[in-house]
C-alpha cells in the first residue's frame, strides 16, 4: 500500500498503514512533505483501524451534527480525509492513512492503494 500510494501522489505526503487495532505497520514521508502531514497520516490510519466507521470522512459525516458525540471520542481521531479502512471478507483488517494534499485526493489515493493491495474498502 505504501508503495501504491507513493507512486499514485501527485505531491509529497506521507502515508501509515495500521493493523485492525491502528498500529503501525509501515509508513513513509516523501521528500519535501511537511512534517505535520506523518502525524496527520498517522492519526487518520489509527482513526479508520479502530472506528465503526470505513474512513475518516464517513466518520465525520456521522457526528457532524452531535457535539457531544463528537466530544467523547478518542482524543487520538482525526476527521480530516484520507483515513480509509481496509477489509478482507468482511473483516476489518486494518487501514491506510495518507495527508499531504487536498482531502478528496489523499482520499482517493488511499482507496485505490487498499484495491490494489487486493482488500476491499467494506
Do not use: C, W
Not at 24 to 52: E, W
Not at 85 to 91: H, L, M, N
Amino acid at each position: 500500500m505504501v508503495d501504491a500510494v507513493v507512486a499514485a501522489a501527485s505531491g509529497p505526503v506521507s502515508v501509515f498503514v495500521a493493523d485492525e487495532h491502528g498500529e503501525i505497520v509501515a509508513a513513509a514521508t516523501m521528500d519535501g512533505a511537511a512534517p505535520d502531514t506523518r502525524l496527520n497520516a498517522q492519526r487518520k490510519a489509527y482513526t479508520a483501524a479502530r472506528s465503526d466507521a470505513r474512513s475518516t470522512a464517513d466518520l465525520a459525516a456521522k457526528v457532524s451534527a452531535e457535539p457531544a458525540e463528537l466530544a467523547s471520542f478518542d482524543p487520538f481521531f482525526t476527521f480530516f480525509k484520507g483515513g480509509v479502512a481496509a477489509f478482507k471478507g468482511g473483516v476489518r483488517v486494518g487501514a491506510i492513512g495518507v495527508s499531504g494534499l487536498p482531502g478528496e485526493e489523499d482520499d482517493r489515493i488511499a482507496r485505490d492503494a487498499v484495491a490494489r493491495a487486493g482488500l476491499d474498502l467494506e
